[in-house]
T-cell receptor, first 115, second 114 residues
Framework: NAGVTQTPKFQVLKTGQSMTLQCAQD?????MSWYRQDPGMGLRLIHY???????DQGEVPNGYNVSRSTTEDFPLRLLSAAPSQTSVYFC??????????????FGPGTRLTVL | RKEVEQDPGPFNVPEGATVAFNCTYS??????FFWYRQDCRKEPKLLMS???SGNEDGRFTAQLNRASQYISLLIRDSKLSDSATYLC???????????????FGSGTRLQVQP
């Protein structure tokens, strides 16, 4: 099992550019989520999904879109990048979700810099 | 006030020392608690769950104090390989949505020195 994979590992964008961060898991987990991690702030939930076709907003959703067309994939789209979106982004998956959280398995992260 | 607070450290301790971290949470309705470990520039990984009666996993002991609303992690006989950031995670049922939310603390950094 590859677990949770994310691409790219690093990305530099200019303000206003758009891009998609890719996330995939091969554990057949229903629940997937995106977090951003900033110094002193901990991980903050951006968006999550409890299954294919179902997504919902987390704590800091503005400026980001997600979709979940398959169980395996959960891409995160930055619509118009801003310097405030400079962060490390982690994708996570787990068997449980909002009603029954289990161990969260994280991908290796994407380090994004917006100039 | 943050929902989940941790002393950022760093805690610098010699090998073999015993070290303890606390994590306080503000919502008395919080239900489940975990400790995750995050190595430098890596992803977080589950270290252990925290049970009401306290639990141990080798050199690691986790405890919950509901009255004072904190969880603790005790590491005995520290190893160099224990150097990492330790994140506490709290699960709380939201009053507005009825759904459970998972909140991460910002982490406590531990540096074990030879």
């Amino acid at each position: 099992n590859a677990g949770v994979t994310q691409t790219p590992k690093f990305q530099v964008l200019k303000t206003g550019q758009s891009m998609t961060l890719q996330c995939a898991q091969d554990m057949n987990h229903e629940y997937m989520s995106w977090y951003r991690q900033d110094p002193g702030m901990g991980l903050r939930l951006i968006h999550y999904s409890v299954g294919a076709g179902i997504t919902d907003q987390g704590e800091v959703p503005n400026g980001y879109n997600v979709s979940r067309s398959t169980t395996e994939d959960f891409p995160l789209r930055l619509l118009s990048a801003a310097p405030s979106q400079t962060s490390v982004y982690f994708c996570a998956s787990s068997r449980g979700g909002p009603d029954n959280y289990n161990e969260q398995f994280f991908g290796p992260g994407t380090r994004l810099t917006v100039l | 006030r943050k929902e989940v607070e941790q002393d950022p450290g760093p805690f610098n301790v010699p090998e073999g020392a015993t070290v303890a971290f606390n994590c306080t949470y503000s919502n008395s309705a919080s239900q489940s608690f975990f400790w995750y470990r995050q190595d430098c520039r890596k992803e977080p990984k589950l270290l252990m769950s925290v049970y009401s009666s306290g639990n141990e996993d080798g050199r690691f002991t986790a405890q919950l104090n509901r009255a004072s609303q904190y969880i603790s992690l005790l590491i005995r006989d520290s190893k160099l390989s224990d150097s990492a950031t330790y994140l506490c995670v709290v699960i709380t049922r939201r009053m507005d949505t009825g759904r459970r939310a998972l909140t991460f603390g910002s982490g406590t950094r531990l540096q074990v020195q030879p």
